[in-house]
C-alpha cells in the first residue's frame, strides 16, 4: 500500500507540462519573493528622504522586488489549481521512501530471523562440544531426546554426572528447581533443604553462568530456572510427608503445588529414557516418581 502511494505521487503529470525540479525552482522564488517583499517594506519605513544614496537603495531594492514578482507569475504553478496538492506530496515523498526502506529491511531481517536463530543454536552446540561434522555425538543425542525449557541446561547437567550420586529426594528437590520459574515470595517454606541438595545446585549455578556466557556469545536468551521455592517441600513429600502439613508452610495455592510436582515428574521420567543417562541415575529417577505420584498428585 506504501509502494503504490509512493508510485501514485511519482506518476503525477504536470497540465501544463512542467517537471517537479521546475515546482520547487518556483516554490522556491516565492519563498524569496516574500521575504523580500517584507524587507522592502522595513526599509521603505525607515529609509531617510534627506539621504539621496539611501532613497536609491531602497528604491532599486524593490524595483528587484518586483521584478522577482514578475518571475515567479510567469510560473504557471502561480495559477495551478494542483500546485497545494502536489507540493504537499512531494514533500511526503521523501518521508514515505525512507519508511518504505525501512520496512522492507525489516520485512528481510524478519524473513532470515528463524534461520539465523537456528545457526545460532548450531554454533552454541558445536562451542559445548555436542556437534561432529554437523552430526550430533553420544551428549548431542541426549540434548535431542530431552523436552525442556532449555534442552542444552538439563543436558549440562545429566552429563556433569552432579545427579548421579544423588538420592531420591535430593533428585526431585534438584530437579524440582531446575523447572520452576522465577517468582517473588514474600514468605518461605520453614522446611530446610538437604545440604546434599544444596550442593547439587551450587554446582549447577557453576553450570550455567558458564552456558549463560555462551548463550550471550550467540545472541540466544533461552532461561535457565534454578528456584529452590518449592524444593523443601517436594523433600518432604518424597519422604512420606503429609499433605495437609506441607500445604500449610507456603501461602501459594494448592494447585500451583500439584502443577509444580507434576512438572517435575515429566522431566524424570525423561531421565528414565533418554539415552547416555547411567543406570543408577534412572533408578533414583524411578524412585522418586514413585514417591511423588500419590494423591492427590497420582499421573498415570
Known sequence: ?????????????????????????????????????????????????????????????????KELLHKVHSYQCETCKLYRKHIKETELLDRFQKRAMKLEKTIEYEKDIYWRIFLNHVGVLNKMG?????????????????????????????????LDTLKPDELASVICAITTEDLRADVYPEIPISKGTRKALNRIKDIRRRLTII????????????????????????????????????????????RCFKRTIDVLRQ??????????????????????????????
Do not use: H
Open 130 to 162: 555436542y556437534i561432529e561434522n554437523n552430526y550430533p555425538n553420544e551428549k548431542g543425542m541426549t540434548t535431542a531426546a530431552i523436552r525442556a525449557e532449555n534442552e542444552l541446561f538439563l543436558s549440562e547437567i545429566i552429563v556433569s554426572g552432579v
Open 215 to 258: 548463550q550471550r556469545d550467540f545472541d540466544i536468551e533461552t532461561p535457565m530456572y534454578i528456584n529452590s521455592y518449592y524444593s523443601p517441600l517436594i523433600e518432604y513429600w518424597v519422604n512420606g510427608g503429609e499433605w495437609d502439613e506441607l500445604i500449610e508452610q507456603i501461602p501459594a495455592g494448592e494447585g500451583d503445588v500439584v
Open 1 to 65: 500500500e506504501l509502494n503504490n502511494v509512493i508510485n501514485g505521487i511519482k506518476e503525477f503529470k504536470c497540465p501544463f507540462g512542467r517537471t517537479t525540479a521546475d515546482m520547487f525552482e518556483y516554490n522556491k522564488l516565492k519563498n524569496i519573493y516574500v521575504e523580500q517583499r517584507k524587507t522592502a517594506k522595513v526599509l521603505r519605513k525607515q529609509m531617510n528622504k534627506k539621504n539621496a544614496e539611501n532613497v536609491d537603495y531602497v528604491r532599486d531594492f524593490e524595483i528587484k522586488t
Open 271 to 300: 531421565l528414565t529414557v533418554v539415552p547416555n543417562v547411567s543406570q543408577e541415575l534412572v533408578e533414583t529417577a524411578r524412585a522418586a516418581i514413585d514417591a511423588i505420584n500419590r494423591q492427590p498428585i497420582d499421573i498415570d
